[in-house]
């Protein structure tokens, strides 16, 4: 027997109709090993352990039995709330140097029978997401799409630990002034308006 508060779940392969309606949970850990598309994103220079890296999560079901609109018939609707924590280690793209890039997520998302009912619903709230449950439903997937969506598209150290800053400033072209738009070249520059009072005294 287990002594988790949470039933065992097989992550492959969960009946996620009848986990969200009986009001199931899980929580446990996911090896990197079992998420490919994580290992692919896994910088090259990582360390041996970064291979060995855990990402914990929870996934809690629930069922609400209500009216799509205003008068309309009462129907269950099934949610699902997901979080998921870890780390993966990526090359910093401004000191290029592997790190480990801290990644907290969570998401509910709406679990529809079929593509059309998915793509029927409104799905109007951003803080919703809709997806096409399974009675074999491979969650493991859907926690891999988290972190995948939780990567940074430019990852940086928040500080650069072996880069000057005097250095780092504009390195990434981020801080690095751009040109000016044609508008402001046509005006006279300040040191020019200068120049002229300087002429006239
Ligand atoms: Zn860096």
Redesign the pocket.
């Known amino acids: 027997m287990s002594s988790n508060m949470t039933q065992p779940i097989d992550l492959r392969e969960l009946d996620l109709f009848a986990f969200c309606r009986k009001g199931g949970s899980a929580a446990g850990e996911v090896a990197v090993q079992d998420l490919p598309r994580i290992l692919a994103e896994t910088a090259a220079q990582a360390p041996a352990s970064a291979r060995d890296e855990v990402f914990t999560y929870t996934a809690t079901g629930f069922a609400r039995e209500e009216a799509a609109e205003p008068g309309a018939p009462v129907v269950q609707r099934l949610f699902l709330d997901l979080a998921v924590k870890g780390q993966v280690w990526l090359d ?1 793209q ?2 290029l ?1 592997v ?1 480990a890039d801290p990644i907290a997520t969570s998401m509910r998302f709406e679990v529809f029978v079929s593509d059309a009912a998915a793509d029927a619903a409104p799905m109007d709230d951003d803080e919703l997401d809709a997806i096409v449950g399974s009675k074999r439903f491979s969650l493991l997937e859907l926690i891999e799409d988290e972190v995948l969506l939780a990567l940074p598209a430019a990852p ?2 928040t500080v ?1 630990p072996a ?1 000057h800053e005097s250095l780092v400033t504009g390195a990434d072209g981020e801080v690095e002034p751009e040109a000016p738009p044609e508008e402001e070249e046509k005006r006279p520059s300040p040191f020019a308006a200068l120049a002229g009072l300087k002429t006239k005294h």
């Open positions: 910093c401004r000191c140097e790190f940086k150290h650069c880069v």
